[in-house]
């Protein structure tokens, strides 16, 4: 399989599993639309450092740097999307 085939493969069903299938399940708990909740989600848990390692004479230092925020949103979703596939597939929310 290609490169874009399972890269689309791994984002359709997670994506599909949270918006999609229980779009109905979140729009009653929450009362607003399940895209703005998935976007605030995203925006909750989008970095603004990372930390990077740099060799300083022998040994091996973990820097924090600044990300841009397009390298960010791609950790969140690669974060929610890992951490989704761990989930049970009963989805609780807090209201």
Partial sequence: MSRRGTAEKKLQNPIQ????DYREKIQQKTETNPLSVLRQAIRGVTPD???KSRRVGGSTH???????????????????LGASENVRVEIWLSN
Wanted: hydrophobic letters at 60%; charged letters at 10%.
């Fill in 17 to 20: 599993f949270i918006v999609i």
């Fill in 49 to 51: 450092i990372a930390v």
């Fill in 62 to 80: 973990q820097v924090p740097i600044e990300i841009g925020s397009t390298q960010g949103k791609a950790l969140a979703i690669r974060w929610l």
